[in-house]
């Protein structure tokens, strides 16, 4: 005689146990994801203020014109130089704007630029360009990112946005963290008697 194995399933309540213990398992790593991607963005916003505070100080003691430059397709944030030509002997030979070698450009990944204010004026969205002469007055910049899908390409309009500010006698930019749907500040104005530079021009 053949003696079969009783083959024994899962009772409803073992399922539901199980069931219940995943659910424990994912609730506590949810927040731990959420911390990660948080941490990942602001030291994604970090290093934009690095790069914005970078031009900051070469507009004061450079000599050759910066420009700011975003592209919200790629969500790319990069300073470029303007170089004089390499050759002179051609008659036609321009200066080339082109990046700098000592500041690799800002990958955006999951965020991109939301708003964007220049001299306290909100300015279209989308790729912008700000160009920067050294030795004359630097326009005071505010740009807000948020998070971003780029797969549905839109903003996260529930998700926590952060500003960049870069007043204009500035050396360094400040970051704050706001919330998406609060108003962008108006750059507060500098006094410069205040400021010790009472003999600048404006």
Do not use: C, K
């Amino acid at each position: 005689m053949h003696s079969f194995a009783r083959q024994r399933g899962f009772t409803l309540i073992e399922l539901m146990v199980t069931l219940i213990i995943i659910g424990i398992l994912a609730g506590l790593a949810a927040p731990r994801l959420l911390t990660s991607e948080e941490r990942r963005a602001e030291t994604t916003i970090r290093a934009a203020a690095a790069l914005m505070t970078s031009a900051a100080q070469r507009s004061v003691v450079g000599r050759e014109p910066i420009a700011l430059e975003y592209t919200h397709d790629t969500g790319e944030f990069r300073l470029e130089v303007l170089r004089p030509p390499r050759t002179t002997t051609e008659l036609d030979a321009v200066p080339q704007w082109g990046h700098d070698p000592f500041l690799p450009a800002i990958r955006l990944e999951n965020l991109r630029v939301a708003r964007m204010s220049l001299d306290g004026r909100e300015q279209p969205d989308g790729h912008f360009r700000i160009e920067i002469t050294p030795g004359t007055l630097r326009p005071a910049l505010a740009i807000v990112m948020q998070r971003y899908n780029t797969s549905a390409e839109r903003f996260d309009q529930s998700g926590r946005a952060w500003m960049i500010e870069l007043p204009s006698h500035a050396a360094t930019a400040r970051v704050m963290g706001l919330r998406s749907e609060s108003p962008l500040p108006t750059p507060q104005p500098v006094d410069l008697d205040e400021a010790g530079e009472e003999e600048s021009s404006w």
